[in-house]
């Protein structure tokens, strides 16, 4: 499956953006499907996830302010995030992977298949 992330742009703090991360080659209903970030010299990190189920899970730093939701219909996951704080800058990328196991799904080297990141920058 081919994943491509878009939607990233520059925001100030307390504002809104809508990431997008859009499936070619397979069905992505059957995955879950997980975002990442990674800040400028840092590590990547997790953000939330959505199983094929529709479950979804989130790091703490983000519940409340951000929502990961999907629309099969357009093979498609959303990373909507808002009251965005100058910590949340970074390349946000989505992975997708058909077989994780809920104690993996926080971890990056479990997905098999990425998109290419999407700057995302708060501005203070």
């Known amino acids: 499956v081919q994943l491509q992330a878009y939607g990233g742009g520059l925001v100030q703090a307390g504002g809104s953006l809508r990431l997008s991360c859009t499936a070619s080659?397979?069905?992505?209903?059957?995955?879950?499907v997980g975002w990442f970030r990674q800040p400028p010299g840092r590590e990547r990190k997790f953000v939330p996830a959505?199983?094929?189920?529709?479950?979804?899970h989130y790091v703490d730093s983000v519940q409340g302010r951000f929502i990961i939701s999907r629309d099969n219909a357009k093979n498609s996951v959303y990373l909507q995030m808002n009251l965005l704080k100058p910590d949340d800058t970074a390349a946000y990328y989505c992975?997708?992977?058909?077989?994780?196991?809920?104690?993996?799904?926080?971890?990056?080297?479990?997905?098999?298949?990425w998109g290419q990141g999407t700057l995302v920058t708060v501005s203070s």
């Open positions: 992975a997708a992977d058909e077989r994780l196991r809920l104690s993996q799904i926080r971890v990056d080297n479990a997905y098999d298949y």
């Open positions: 080659g397979r069905t992505l209903s059957r995955y879950t």
């Open positions: 959505v199983r094929s189920v529709g479950t979804t």
